[in-house]
C-alpha cells in the first residue's frame, strides 16, 4: 500500500497566507500531498489588529473561495480572533454545499476520524480553559476552548470500536512528562518542561504512531518512545512539536509525513524499533495515583502558571494568582476589566493605589497563555473598594480602566441580532438575490417557495424546498408560505408515490448569527417501503446514541395547525423535526449549550436510504455538468405533480 502524504503545521494564529503559500510551495515541488493537519491556534489571538491579516477576516477568503487551499485542511484550535464569525461561515458553507470549503474543515472538540484512510485522533482546547469562557460570557457553541472529561472518553469509547491502532494524535497541548528519558539537551533552549497530565494519560491509551501537538512556540522532535504491548507486540510514538507559523525566529513550523495506515502494515513492520528508541516516558495508567477527572481537574495555580510560560517569548508578565495568606473577600474588592496585557502586578497596585492599600491582585490567563484583560482587586476596607470604582474610566497604559465593586453583576455584549424573518440577507446561499446562489439547482418555484436538488445528494431524488424570502424556519414562515410549503409537501409525496417510494423529511433550525443567518431548508427524500415501516423506530435508536430524545407533534396530516403545533413544541428556539411516511412527526428542541450532532438528519436519511456512506454530503459532490443532469433528470420525474404547472 502507499504511503499517505502528509504535511503537518503547528499555530497557525490567522496567518492563513503564510502557511498556504508555504504549503503550495511544498506541494508543487513534492506533492501532490494528501491533507494538511493543523494543531495549536489555527486563528489569530484574541486582541490581534484586524488590519495585520491575522484576524478571522482572511479565513473567510478561503471558505467563500476567493483565496484557493492547495490542500485539504483539517484543524483544531478553533478559538480566538474572529474564530466565532468564520466558525458559522465555514458551518454555513458546508452546510450549503460551497465549491470551496470542502477544502478547509474543523474537527471538532475530539474524536477518531479517518482521513485518507489514516486513523486520526484529536483533541482539542484546554484542560483549565473553562473558567475565562464562562467569565467573559462567550458562546462556545461546536467550538472547543476547554476539554472535558466527556471529550476524552469520546476518542476512549471510539477506540474500542476499531481494530486499527491510531497513525496520528492531534492535541493543543504538549503531554506532561514527554522529555521524561531523552539525553540531556534534547529539550530546545527555554522550552517549558511541563504539559498536560490528561493529554500524558490519554497519549498512554491511544499508543499513537505520531503525536502532534502546538501552543509551546517551538520545534520539537523528541527520540521515540516504546508504547505498552497489548499482546500482538508494541510499536513507537514520534511526539512532534511544531511552532507557530511565521514565527521571528525562523523555527520549523512544517512537517512532511509520508506514513502508510498502520491497518495496511504487517505486524513486523509496524512494531519496528529505530535505534534511538526509548522507554515510554509516562507511567502506565494503573499505576498513577491521579484519575482522569483529577488530571482535569489539576491545579488550579500550576496550570495557570504553564500556560503563562508556554507564551513566554511574547514578552508578558506573569499571572496574578492570589497573594499568600490572603483571604478572599468580595465586599473589599472590585472588578477591573480593559486591563492591558503588558500591566504587571505593580502597575496594576500603583494605579489603584490612590484609592487605598492594595492586598490582593488576582488575574489569571486565558487558554492560549494570555493574560486575560480583566481580574480582581483587593483592598483592606470596604471604603477604598468604593473609592476605586471612580477611577472607572482613566486610562492604564493608554487604555480606559473599567472598574465594577466585585459583588456587582457584570454584565455581558449582547449577541448581533439574527436577520430579521422575510429580508434578504447578504452571504445567505439560500437567498435567491444572492449573486453567488446556485441557481443552476432550482427545479420549481412557487410564488413563496422553491425546490432546489441538494448539492451533496443521499440520492439523486434528493431535494430541499426553502421559502423564496429569508426565513430562519417552518415554525417562523408566514402561515401563506407555510401553505405552499405543505403544497409542495404533498406534490412530492405524489411524485415519489409513482416510484414506488415514499417521503421523509428533516429540518434543522440552529441559530447561526453571522453568517447571514439560517435560512429554513426542509430535506426530503424518497426511500422504500420496508425503510418506511419502521422509520420511526430509526429515528428514535439513532437519537438515543446522541442521548436525546423526541417528542411526538401532530404534523400536517392531521389537519389545521399543523404549523401552530410546531410553534407550540418549540417557540422561539432551535430545534429538529423529522416528518415520517406516516405523517407523524418527531421533534427535538435542542437546548441552549447542547451540542446536538449538526450531520444527524443526514444520518438518519442515508441509513433510511440504505446508504449509510453517503451521510457525509461531502463525498456525494458531482460536477457543474453532473449536478445539471440531475437536475433536469428530477424535472422530468416531478412535471406533472409539480404545483406551478396545475
Known sequence: MAPRKVLLAGDVDGKLSALFKRVAAVNKANGPFDLLLCTGAFFAPEGSDANSGEAGDEVLEYITGSKPVPVPTYFIGATGQGADRAMEALEMAHSAGSDSAPQLHYLGCSGLKNLKGLNVAFLDGSSRGQASAEHEGLDQGTTCTAHTQEDVQVILTALQQTTADVDILLTREWPAGIARGTPPGSLPQGCPTSGSETVARLAVEV???????????????????????????????????????????????????????????????????????????????????????????????????????????????????????????????????????????????????????????????????????????????????????????????????????????????????????????????????????????????????????????????????????????????SPSVYTEMQKYLAALRACFAAQGKQLFTFERFMTFRKSGGNHCQINAVPIEAAAAKGAGETLERMAAKHDFSLESVPGPSSGEGSQEALQSAVGDGEFFCASLPDGSRLVHVIKRGERHPLAFGRDVAATLVGVPDRADWKVCQGTREEEEQRVEHFKQLFAKFDIMQE
Open 207 to 477: 499508543r499513537p504512531r505520531y503525536h502532534v501537538a502546538g501552543t509551546h512556540g517551538f520545534h520539537y522532535d523528541r527520540p521515540p518512545y516504546l508504547n505498552k504491548d497489548l499482546g500482538a507486540g508494541a510499536h513507537v510514538t514520534r511526539f512532534i512539536a511544531l511552532a507557530a507559523v511565521g514565527n521571528p525566529k525562523k523555527l520549523k513550523f512544517l512537517h512532511a509525513l509520508g506514513l502508510v495506515p498502520a491497518a495496511d502494515m504487517d505486524q513486523a513492520s509496524l512494531c519496528a524499533q529505530p535505534p534511538n528508541t526509548t522507554p515510554t516516558p509516562y507511567e502506565d495508567p494503573a499505576s498513577r495515583k491521579r484519575t482522569f477527572d483529577e488530571a482535569m481537574a489539576g491545579d488550579a495555580d500550576g496550570e495557570q502558571s504553564w500556560r503563562w510560560q508556554q507564551k513566554g517569548g511574547r514578552n508578558q508578565p506573569p499571572p496574578s494568582l492570589g497573594r499568600p495568606g490572603v483571604v478572599k473577600d468580595e465586599e473589599c474588592s472590585v472588578y477591573a476589566s480593559n486591563l492591558p496585557w503588558r500591566a504587571t502586578e505593580q502597575d496594576i497596585e500603583t494605579f489603584f493605589a490612590v484609592a487605598g492599600h492594595v492586598v490582593d491582585i488576582r488575574r489569571k490567563c486565558n487558554k492560549d497563555g494570555q493574560l486575560q484583560g480583566f481580574g480582581f482587586v483587593q483592598f483592606d476596607s470596604p471604603e477604598a473598594a468604593r473609592r476605586a470604582c471612580s477611577l472607572s474610566g482613566r486610562d492604564l497604559q493608554g487604555r480606559p480602566i473599567n472598574v465594577l465593586p466585585a459583588l456587582e453583576p457584570r454584565s455581558r455584549p449582547s449577541p448581533p441580532p439574527l436577520p430579521q424573518d422575510g429580508k434578504p440577507v447578504e452571504g445567505c446561499w439560500f437567498c435567491l438575490s444572492n449573486p453567488h446562489a446556485d441557481v443552476h439547482l432550482v427545479a420549481s418555484i412557487g410564488e413563496e417557495c422553491y425546490l432546489a436538488c441538494d448539492k451533496g445528494p443521499i440520492c439523486p431524488e434528493h431535494v430541499l424546498l426553502l421559502p423564496v424570502e429569508h426565513h430562519r424556519s417552518s415554525a417562523a414562515v
